[in-house]
Structure formats: structure tokens, C-alpha cells
């Protein structure tokens, strides 16, 4: 019987979410955290006999994992987006391999535009933290670029892979970059400066790095989309956070 319980925070994944719990049909203990889906998200979910639903609400990410994972019935937790597959190698190792409590495991990443695998980009093979007991730590409470407290903490990769089928459109993309870059701006408000400046150059260097240095021309029309995305959502990030601290200034008399 495997120890883990795959934690999975979820906001309109009806595109994505079925093919995410047919790869955890194996494990017992499944929670799903709904924040606000109106997609009916929350119905396919409800059909699978391992998953609990919880609906609440969003936060920020690291703190709303911390919640979810709350609900946990193990004291492993694998973290899941509505978007990810666990391949069966992964899941063989969450069944078999000996887990060491002060270790964060860190799994493998296989990047997919729609069905297109993205090799290049800086998308192919990204290595990130999921694996965690959570008696032993959990989540910071960033409300964007969460991760794993790992303090005093070992690191080690686990075999096998997580597909991340994150873009079905390039609607998507346009959905995504508004909404995280309103996270990021809303989160560094006050702390961070800003300017037209540093949001303008910021999203052309993005553009550069992803499409030539990451070699995203070698992924064709979908390395030109996934560049340009980077490039606005920079841009994005920047300008709204320098708006968001006039507006505070603004209200400070300043």
C-alpha cells in the first residue's frame, strides 16, 4: 500500500483534470482543493472513488497547498497540478522506494504543448521539489514562486517523471500571463520597485533568453508561442507592479 497522498489545488481544470487522476487511480488518498472552479471541475473530480473534494478558498499558492495537504490522511504528500500526469515509473517508485523523512524529493519534468513535447525553452527536464513529508516541513507562504521550506533539509531525485500538459491553446497562455502576473505584482507590491523601463527590457531579454539562448526556435511554432508568452508576462509583471505602487503612494498621500 503506498504511504503518499497526491494533493492537488485545482481552479477550472476540466480540460486537463481527468487525464491528471486516470495517472492516480493507484493511490488511496487523493485530495482535491477546488478554489472557485466554474467549469465543472468539481463534477469529474466527484467520480473518482479516491478522491476527496474540498472546496475553499485561494490564497496564494504556497499557503493554499499548506491547506490542502492539511487534509491529508498520510503524512507523505506528492504535490500535483490539474495538468500533470504521474508516468509509471514515478508511481512504481512512490510504491517501492524507501522514503527518508528529512529528504524533499525531487522529481523530473516532461513539458508538453498540447500533445507537442517542448525539448528546448528551458521547459525540457526541469527538476522540482514535490515529494515532502509534511510533519517535517511544508510549503513557505509566498503567494507566488512557492516552494518547499528546506532547511536543514536533503535533496534527492526520485525516478520517473511528471508530464505537464500546462497549454491545450494559446488562449491559455493569454489566461495564464494575466493571471500570474497580477499574483506576482500583488505580492511584490511595496517591496519591490518598478518602471516602464525595467518592464519593457525585462520582457525583451525574456524573449531573447527563451527563444535563442534556451534554443526555443528548435521547438518551431510552439517554442515561438511559449517565447513571446515569457516576454508578455515579464512585461506584464513590471508594469503592473509599477502601477499597483503609484496607486499605494497614491493613497499614502505621497
Known amino acids: 500500500m503506498m504511504n503518499v497522498s497526491a494533493v492537488m489545488i485545482v481552479k477550472n481544470g476540466a480540460r486537463t483534470i481527468e487525464k491528471s487522476l486516470e495517472s492516480l487511480k493507484q493511490f ?3 485530495v482535491v482543493y477546488d478554489n472557485g472552479s466554474t467549469d465543472g471541475t468539481q463534477a469529474i473530480a466527484s467520480q473518482y472513488p479516491n478522491v476527496r473534494l474540498i472546496e475553499g478558498q ?3 499558492f504556497g499557503t493554499t497547498k499548506n491547506r490542502a495537504a492539511s487534509y491529508a490522511l498520510h503524512e507523505w504528500i506528492l504535490i500535483i497540478d490539474s495538468d500533470e500526469v504521474v508516468d509509471t515509473e514515478l508511481l512504481n517508485a512512490l510504491q517501492t522506494q524507501p522514503l527518508d523523512p528529512n529528504t524533499i524529493y525531487i522529481v523530473n519534468f516532461l513539458a508538453y504543448y498540447k500533445e507537442i513535447p517542448i ?3 528551458g521547459w525540457n527536464n526541469q527538476k522540482i521539489r514535490r515529494l515532502y513529508n509534511k510533519t517535517v516541513t511544508k510549503f513557505n507562504d509566498n503567494f507566488v514562486h512557492e516552494n518547499i521550506i528546506d532547511e536543514g533539509m536533503k535533496k534527492l531525485p526520485i525516478p520517473g517523471n511528471m508530464k505537464h500538459y500546462s497549454y491545450m491553446s494559446i488562449s ?3 489566461v495564464k500571463l494575466d493571471r500570474y ?3 506576482f505584482a500583488t505580492d511584490n507590491v511595496g517591496k519591490k520597485s518598478s518602471s516602464p523601463a525595467k ?4 520582457g525583451l531579454y525574456s524573449f531573447f533568453r527563451t527563444y ?3 534554443r526555443g526556435f528548435l521547438d518551431g511554432y510552439a517554442g515561438l508561442i511559449i517565447a513571446f508568452s515569457h516576454m508578455a508576462t515579464n512585461f506584464y509583471k513590471y508594469i503592473k507592479l509599477y502601477e ?3 496607486e499605494q503612494k497614491s493613497k499614502r498621500g505621497e
Open 28 to 30: 488511496d488518498d487523493v
Open 58 to 60: 485561494f490564497d496564494g
Open 119 to 121: 525539448r528546448h525553452c
Open 172 to 174: 491559455d497562455f493569454i
Open 181 to 183: 502576473s497580477t499574483l
Open 199 to 202: 518592464a519593457f527590457f525585462n
Open 212 to 214: 535563442v539562448l534556451k
Open 244 to 246: 499597483m505602487n503609484l
